[in-house]
């Protein structure tokens, strides 16, 4: 409730429907008049449609430092999954395995990508000169940006003697430290999602609301499929 209550908030473009445009004939000026805007009131409240001067003037909500702290915090997690991931092709047993690995590989590039994305376009410093598109060579730079000395405290997160022991594994017993690892990870970034949103200080701009939940839906179906995995192979 305290998004929802915080979203009643901001100003939004109410598009027109049919049934606002049926009664009226299809001519130059309806055209030209669009869609009106409406600023929703507080719980309880009713809303205002605004002027076409004051709509002018309207500014959506923009990204806040919680908003950065997310994105930059989420691109190494994002990262160690990689890692993760890249141990798959070597070590496991179940070829199921690998076609999952792949899927969860792919999404969070992607993720990645539309992370940086999003702090250049802001300009924040972080997002030049990172080499976080060559996701291949994970082993160079797993302990500076995804080990336990710079990002263990974020939820989900793995320690590098954890990821040492997955490393070392193979076979069954690789599956089902993958899988439990997996799940573990991706239930940190869930959390990280749900504090941005739910919190006060971040998560109003439309496209950062949009990447994190995009992020929190993606790994909640993935977690779902991986907890399927363990049960019916009975890895676990």
Do not use: N, Y
């Amino acid at each position: 409730m305290t998004l929802l209550t915080r979203l009643g908030a901001v100003l939004v473009v109410v598009l027109g429907t049919a049934s606002c445009t049926e009664d009226k004939p299809e001519d130059a000026s309806s055209t030209e008049s669009g869609a009106p805007v409406v600023q929703l009131g507080g719980p309880g409240e009713a809303g205002r449609t605004l002027s076409p001067e004051e709509a002018d003037a309207v500014e959506g909500p923009t990204h806040t430092a919680a908003d950065i702290e997310f994105v930059e915090m989420m691109i190494p997690h994002h990262q160690q999954a990689l890692e993760l991931t890249a141990l798959v092709e070597d070590r496991a047993a179940d070829p199921d395995l690998r076609v999952m690995a792949e899927r969860i590989e792919v999404s969070q590039a992607d993720e990645i990508a539309m992370m940086e994305g999003w702090l250049s376009e802001r300009q924040q410093p972080e997002a030049a000169g990172s080499d976080h598109g060559d996701h291949g060579d994970h082993g160079d730079h797993g302990e500076q940006e995804t080990g336990e000395h710079d990002h263990a405290d974020m939820p989900g997160m793995l320690s590098q003697d954890q990821l040492d022991r997955l490393a070392a594994s193979t076979g069954g017993r690789f599956d089902r430290l993958f899988l439990q690892s997996m799940i573990h990870h991706h239930e940190g970034a869930i959390r990280m999602v749900e504090t941005l949103l739910g919190g006060d200080e971040g998560g109003l701009e439309s496209e950062i609301f949009q990447i994190a939940s995009h992020i929190g839906s993606d790994q909640a179906v993935e977690i779902a499929s991986m907890k399927r995995h363990l049960t019916a192979s009975k890895i676990g």
